[in-house]
């Protein structure tokens, strides 16, 4: 890009600020970076510019970057949730795609700033995350490259498994010491005489065995990164730094994964009446509208979130700016306010919400929303009922698309094993993944895990010791 | 917020390499995936028969990231439609897995389903293998000493002769300086845009090598011992093509008696009847003698067989495996032993103590990279 180029830009991205704040929007100052191909796929693999280093980060950006380099797919942009606001813009763009662009992310920074799931998020994730990778480098050159790599991989194989809830989250208030590791030096590095165990009959017997057989967690625990941390007995203390590094990370990507078709939708919704407010010449215009008409077009088999999302708040819009005279009656609103109650919407809502709320019955027929499963080899559509639609679109979003897993005992068998409980809402786990992921959870825990699940509509339990796989049936 | 701050800026990226580091510690990790794979591999049927292709299709534990997840397959997803959607339209039909293919054992409940294919070039795939080997007690052999000349084209000059110029380049240099002039095309070639191809003449030392491979065909040698057999001599072959120049094979098929067959016949023809593996051994060694004088020839004698050797015989193939060794680097017995008997040959064998003389029992398809390891084993060294 030709400094005369930046400069016209410049001058763009004032006119769109301008039109974007008279709309209403309320976004964080912005840092506009222009950078080439493999720097965008770069901080869309990892997440964001300045995460730390894993091989897993490099398959995706290999992936990425091949599928742009062949042409199949390509990233115009990047925001990250922050103050500023970092935008990543492709070095290439036309100016006419950088516009539809900055109408875009300006969106996106409002939501991130007025969308109550992110009030919580760290705004100066940029540097945390650099911090992050700077200690986990150094630990890297302590403990020893390969070393720091498979416990990554351990730890990412249960990344998903935080409590992201909002409010602070149910903590077992008093911190019980770790359970009992077996081993024969203790924590506080104190000499044994080889008669614990004798002792210990003397402290817990008697009358209060009865108050000490307490559960463990007292509630089940959603947060599995929290209570390895915190109540594994063999991890290292540079262990259990990066497990709340790590899990720090996932609890800011957290609202972004359960705001996808919200987030979305809004920056579609805004680039478009931007775009419309600024003075394109037809060649723009037709440029625009390709480009457009991309962005947001349906795609079979997956829904578009992009396309998704601006439906629903162009129909919100619709629907409180004319209501019927039903709704005017029962539910005393008004009519033109449509906009304030779409400003509402990305305040309040997350996806599971906002479908359950505003899909409705016309929307499902008009977009042509149908329900697909496999039966045999083949993939079929089995239901075109609209409230089935709706419901099989918030099971999807559900805890931003994982299995529920909480931990049940963290003392199991009063051995110190960990057992899992997958919380069965009607669809199986992957089974193969699933005895792929417990050794991952057992080099965390050191001690035989236990995972509860349901298969073909029988409990089962999968464990394992560290050495071999068990499953049986409850 | 009257007036938002913005910046726009374009920075020097080029150091930024993080995605390029980890995109090569994943290829790594492909590479160790296919190193651990190797035993496998080695017996892979669409390796073996892929007759000189050059890019061979491996199957590799897929570097997953493992997590828990719901099982895709087992769930209901919603979908968009073009407006005409029916319920029991048909969206796609997952391919089924082409029977036989693949491996029928060891890859969880669905066979097959934990790999995917990754394309690799068959010497990529060599250098990986034979990394692990070497060739034991490498002798020198008068013939070594002989130098062949050969002719290698590695030059490009501006001046040779007309039959030997070099089309691509002469219009590479025309098109240069047709668009350093201005006037971008291929038009008007000058002499000065000829080019020519040179070569040079280089001395190679000359070795030749023979591999003897017998095969007991009597009617106890299923399809899945010669297969491993097959397999084996497979690689063996490839792999003393790296080491010398020229290496022959000759195919013994033996039962009570020996003969020279060719390659088609040695693998696929099935004979009944008994076995004297000393027939071989005669036969190897009258080869030698005409053919293949061990002055000018690394000889590698191979034999495999179920073990089921007439009693009667053994002594004598002890005997002859003496003489052999005589004459020979290294002599191999790979016993194909499925279910583990104990068996007649292997136990007179057992007590051949020459270092040269090497035995391998193969129980299934995995070991031949045990066999390979075994025979061509790395020796310290001295």
């Given amino acids: ?474 | 917020m009257t007036n938002p701050l913005f910046i726009v800026s374009r920075e020097d990226w080029s150091l930024h390499r993080k995605g390029y580091q980890d995109q090569t510690r994943h290829q790594q990790k492909v590479r160790e995936a296919i190193k651990q794979n190797l035993p496998d591999l080695v017996s892979d049927e669409s390796i073996i028969m892929s007759d000189g292709k050059q890019i061979v299709k491996v199957p590799i534990k897929s570097l997953d990231e493992y997590r828990f997840r719901y099982n895709y397959n087992k769930a209901k997803h919603v979908g968009q439609g073009d407006g005409e959607s029916q319920v029991g339209d048909v969206l796609g039909v997952d391919p089924q897995p082409a029977p036989g293919a693949g491996k029928g054992e060891g890859a969880g409940d669905q066979p097959g389903e934990d790999y995917y294919e990754t394309e690799i070039s068959m010497e990529e795939l060599q250098t990986m293998l034979f990394e692990e080997l070497e060739l034991p007690r490498l002798q020198q052999k008068q013939k070594e000493k002989m130098q062949t000349s050969d002719i290698v084209f590695n030059d490009i000059r501006k001046k040779g002769i007309m039959s030997n110029i070099d089309k691509k380049r002469t219009i590479i240099e025309n098109l240069r300086r047709n668009a350093f002039s201005g006037h971008p095309g291929i038009h008007g070639i000058t002499p000065e845009d000829l080019r020519f191809k040179t070569w040079e003449e280089v001395q190679k030392p000359h070795s030749n090598a023979v591999i003897l491979a017998m095969m007991d065909t009597s009617g106890s040698m299923g399809s899945f011992e010669k297969y491993i057999a097959r397999s084996f001599f497979f690689w063996m072959t490839r792999f003393l093509r790296t080491k010398y120049e020229h290496v022959d094979i000759v195919f013994i098929a033996h039962h009570t008696e020996a003969k020279e067959v060719t390659e088609e016949e040695f693998f696929t023809r099935g004979e009944s009847g008994g076995t004297i593996c000393s027939s071989a051994y005669q036969k190897a060694l009258d080869i030698i003698e005409t053919r293949y004088n061990p002055l000018n020839y690394n000889v590698y004698p191979f034999h495999f067989s179920d073990g089921d050797n007439l009693t009667s015989d053994n002594e004598r193939c002890v005997k002859l495996i003496d003489r052999l060794l005589e004459s020979s680097n290294m002599f191999g017995y790979g016993e194909v032993n499925q279910y583990n008997r104990s068996s007649t040959l292997m136990s007179a064998y057992r007590s051949i103590h020459n270092p040269k003389f090497q035995y391998c029992i193969i129980r299934e398809k995995g070991e031949v990279y045990k066999a390979l390891r075994t025979f061509f084993v790395k020796t310290e060294a001295n």
């Fill in chain 1, 1 to 474: 890009m030709y400094p005369h180029e930046i400069k016209e830009l410049e001058k763009a991205i004032a006119e769109i600020t301008e039109i974007a704040t008279g709309f209403g929007l309320d976004f964080y100052p912005m840092r506009y970076e222009i950078c080439p191909s493999d720097i965008i796929y770069t901080f869309g693999a990892y997440g964001m510019p300045t995460r730390f280093s894993h091989w897993s980060f490099g398959k995706t950006f290999n992936k990425m970057k091949t599928q742009y380099d062949f042409g199949l797919s390509k990233i115009y942009e990047l925001v990250i949730n922050s103050d500023p606001c970092y935008a990543f813009l492709l070095d290439g763009n036309s100016l006419i795609q950088n516009k539809l662009i900055v109408a875009h992310v300006l969106a996106h920074c409002d939501f991130f700033k007025n969308n109550a799931r992110f009030s919580r998020t760290n705004r100066n994730m940029v540097e945390s995350m650099s911090a992050t990778a700077e200690r986990i480098r150094q630990y890297e050159i302590q403990y020893g490259t390969e070393q720091v790599e498979t416990f990554l991989d351990a730890v990412l194989a249960i990344q998903e498994h935080v409590d992201p809830s909002m409010f602070k989250p149910y903590r077992y208030a008093e911190r019980k010491k770790r359970p009992d590791d077996g081993t024969d030096t203790n924590r506080n590095g104190k000499p044994l005489t080889g008669y614990e165990d004798l002792w210990d009959l003397d402290v817990h017997g008697g009358a209060n065995d009865d108050e000490e057989v307490k559960r463990f967690p007292p509630k089940p625990e959603k947060d599995l990164l929290w209570f390895i941390e915190e109540y594994s007995p063999h991890l290292e203390e540079w262990q259990r730094d990066i497990l709340t590094m790590l899990r720090d990370e996932m609890l800011y990507f957290w609202p972004q994964m359960e705001t996808k078709i919200m987030n979305e939708g809004w920056a579609s919704y805004w680039h478009i009446r931007i775009m419309r407010e600024l003075d394109l010449t037809t060649e723009e215009t037709i440029e625009f509208s390709k480009l457009n008409s991309g962005v947001v077009q349906p795609s079979r088999h997956s829904l578009n979130p992009y396309y998704l999302g601006l439906k629903i708040f162009e129909d919100i819009e619709k629907r409180w700016d004319e209501p019927t005279q039903e709704e005017k009656d029962r539910h005393g609103r008004v009519s033109g306010d449509g906009r304030k109650k779409i400003f509402e919407v990305r305040e309040f809502d997350s996806d599971t919400s906002f479908v359950r709320s505003y899909l409705t019955k016309k929307l499902v027929e008009d977009l042509d929303l149908y329900v697909f499963e496999k039966k045999g080899a083949e993939w079929k559509i089995t239901d075109k009922t609209w409230e089935s639609i709706r419901d099989q679109l918030v099971y999807s979003r559900v805890n931003g698309g994982f299995p529920y897993i909480v931990v049940e005992n963290g003392d199991y068998d009063g051995n110190g094993e960990l057992y899992l409980k997958h919380h069965y809402e009607g669809i199986e786990l992957d089974l193969k993944y699933v005895e792929k992921t417990l050794p991952f959870v057992q080099k965390l825990w050191r001690k035989t895990v236990y995972l509860q699940s349901v298969v073909e509509d029988k409990p089962v339990l999968f464990s394992f010791d560290g050495k071999k796989h068990n499953r049986k049936f409850l």
